[in-house]
């Protein structure tokens, strides 16, 4: 999963820390590529505040952008009244659209949960289009009544068509009891922005780099306060990004190498780094291909300092 982030804004508010959205499990078994596109503002403690859905995705990722969101913080003391857009991508590297697939709900209901059914690839990404299809959940699960809202190259939609028919889905419910929704299903072509952030930076199938030291807990009391990490090499990385975070009230907050924005890279299977204080902090590391994109990283360990 690729994190996009575009701050939309005439004056940016400086991000202190922030946490990765995660797919959620429903998109994982679809396939699921989509962008979902937010808007807050900033209050004067750096807390996001007015949080709102621009521009939906379904399949359970707007919420979890939202909870990734709220547990952003913000240089304190500079309150952002004007709404500031960001968008958050998921890219799955499966060669298939961009989705999303939003319902009109009735008050009190829950949305329709894609159970099993995958996003349908047989799409010409060489064009710039954008296809929408409208279709009801019945309270049974099925997918019914599918009709093309706005095909402008003229589609072929056949085979389009055939993986939605064979979706089934949890339905909508209003007080425990199934309802009939409708929804609209958009599959787009990512635009240049986006595609060049998946080509450079999206997730490839490199396994997780198994740690060796330190120890999940381990704790420290020496200065000065260095941490020697080291792992085992994965198989296929060309190098390796690593991440390490302190903890201060309960908040964790990113050590940035600030040439990356992302972590620390290096091309060795160990790296030494100067922690900031006696306190709680944890690190992992990401496997990198030799184009530049991430595999999948390891767990997080934690280890503190007691002095």
């Not at 890219?91 to 697939?101: F, Q, V, Y």
């Not at 990113?254 to 890279?265: I, L, N, S, Y």
């Amino acid at each position: 999963m690729l994190t996009l982030l575009l701050l939309l804004a005439q004056s940016q508010p400086v991000i202190v820390s922030k946490a990765e959205p995660g797919y959620s499990e429903e998109a994982r078994r679809a396939g699921v590529n989509a962008v979902v596109v937010l808007s807050f503002t900033v209050d004067a403690a750096g807390v996001p505040a007015n949080i709102r859905i621009v521009d939906g995705a379904g399949f359970g990722l707007d919420e979890r952008s939202i909870d990734a969101l709220r547990a952003w913080r913000f240089k304190p003391g500079v309150e952002i009244d004007t709404p500031v857009r960001v968008e958050m991508t998921f890219w799955r590297e499966n060669n298939g659209p961009l989705a999303s697939l939003n319902f009109k709900l009735p008050d009190g209901a829950s949305r329709p949960e894609l159970l099993a059914g995958h996003i349908p690839e047989a799409i010409d990404l060489s064009k710039e289009s954008r296809l929408r299809v409208s279709l009801t959940v019945a309270t049974d699960g099925a997918a019914h009544n599918f009709s093309v809202l706005e095909n402008p190259t003229q589609m072929p939609t056949k085979e389009v068509f055939a993986a939605p028919r064979e979706w089934r889905f949890r339905p909508a419910s209003v007080n425990g009891q199934p309802v009939q929704v409708e929804g609209v299903l958009t599959l787009s072509r990512p635009d240049s922005l986006v595609r060049q952030a998946m080509e450079n930076a999206a997730y490839t199938s490199l396994p997780a780099p198994k740690l060796l030291e330190p120890a999940e807990g381990a704790t420290f009391s020496h200065i000065p306060r260095r941490v020697r990490c080291r792992w085992e090499p994965s198989p296929g990385a060309a190098s390796y990004l690593v991440e390490w975070d302190y903890s201060d009230s309960g908040v964790w907050h990113a050590e940035v190498e600030h040439t990356t924005g992302a972590g620390f890279p290096t091309r060795d299977t160990g790296i030494e780094f100067t922690f900031v204080g006696p306190q709680l902090g944890r690190w992992r590391v990401w496997p990198i291909d030799a184009s530049g994109r991430r595999g999948t990283p390891s767990e997080w360990r934690t280890f503190s300092f007691t002095r």
